[in-house]
C-alpha cells in the first residue's frame, strides 16, 4: 500500500549504458515529480508534471528523458550515464504544497 | 547567494536539550514555508508547515519571521530519535510555484 513506489531501490551500472526507472503513485494526486539528492545532499528538482503534461523542466541534460502514460505515472530515462550521474533520484507527488516523496533509487554509475 | 540557505551543521547536542536551526530564503515573493525531516537514507517526509503566526506540534515550534526572511525551527527535549537531517522548503510564484528545498540541517542527538 505504498503512497509513492519507485523502482529499483538500488542500480549499479557501466558509464555509456541507458537505463530506466520507474514510479507510480496511488494517491490519486495530479503532479508528480522527479528529484535529484547528490552526494551533498542538495535536493533539486528536475522535473515536475501536472496530469500527464510536463510543466518544470530545470536544466537538465537531455539525456534525461521523463514519461507520464497516465497521471498516476512517472518513469524516467537517462541514456549514456555518466559517473556525475550517480545519485539518489526521487520521485514524488503531491496535493496542495504537501509533497510526498517515493523511497529512493540509489544509482551508481561506474 | 542561495534562494535558501540553512546552516548545515551538525548539530550535536544531548538528550533532553533545546535546539533550534534557522533557514533564509532571498525570495520576498516566498509564500508557503515548510519543514522536511529527511532520516539516513531515506526519504523526505513532511515534518510541518510554517504560519506566520508561529504553530506547534508537541516539542517542535515553527515561526516565520517575513521581515528578516527567514524561518525557524525548535525543538525541545530533544530525543535520540530526532537525529535526523531537517530541509528547510520554500515555495514561491514567480509567473509560477516554485518548490526549494535547503541543503538541510543535521543533528545528531546522544544518550
Known amino acids: 500500500d505504498t503512497a509513492v513506489s519507485q523502482t529499483p531501490k538500488y542500480l549499479v551500472t557501466q558509464m555509456g549504458n541507458d537505463k530506466s526507472i520507474k514510479c507510480e503513485q496511488n494517491?490519486?494526486?495530479?503532479?508528480m515529480y522527479w528529484y535529484k539528492q547528490d552526494s551533498k545532499k542538495f535536493l533539486k528538482i528536475m522535473f515536475s508534471y501536472n496530469n500527464k503534461e510536463l510543466i518544470i523542466n530545470e536544466t537538465v541534460p537531455n539525456r534525461f528523458s521523463p514519461k507520464s502514460p497516465d497521471k498516476a505515472h512517472l518513469n524516467l530515462h537517462i541514456n549514456s550515464l555518466e559517473l556525475g550521474d550517480s545519485a539518489v533520484y526521487f520521485c514524488?507527488?503531491?496535493?496542495?504544497?504537501?509533497?510526498?516523496f517515493g523511497e529512493g533509487s540509489w544509482l551508481t554509475v561506474v | 547567494r542561495k534562494e535558501v540557505e540553512q546552516d548545515p551543521g551538525p548539530f550535536n547536542v544531548p538528550e533532553g536539550a533545546t535546539v533550534a536551526f534557522n533557514c533564509t530564503y532571498s525570495?520576498?515573493?516566498?509564500?508557503?514555508f515548510f519543514w522536511y525531516r529527511q532520516d539516513c537514507r531515506k526519504e523526505p517526509k513532511l515534518l510541518m508547515s510554517?504560519?506566520?503566526s508561529g504553530n506547534e506540534d508537541g516539542r517542535f515550534t515553527a515561526q516565520l519571521n517575513r521581515a528578516s526572511q527567514y524561518i525557524s525551527l525548535l525543538i525541545r527535549d530533544s530525543k535520540l530519535s530526532d537525529s535526523a537531517t531537517y530541509l528547510c522548503v520554500v515555495i514561491f510564484n514567480t509567473g509560477g510555484f516554485k518548490t526549494i528545498f535547503g541543503a538541510g540541517t543535521r543533528l545528531f542527538v546522544k544518550a
Open positions: 514524488a507527488s503531491s496535493s496542495g504544497n504537501t509533497i510526498y
Open positions: 510554517v504560519y506566520s
Open positions: 494517491l490519486g494526486h495530479d503532479t
Open positions: 525570495n520576498s515573493a516566498s509564500q508557503s
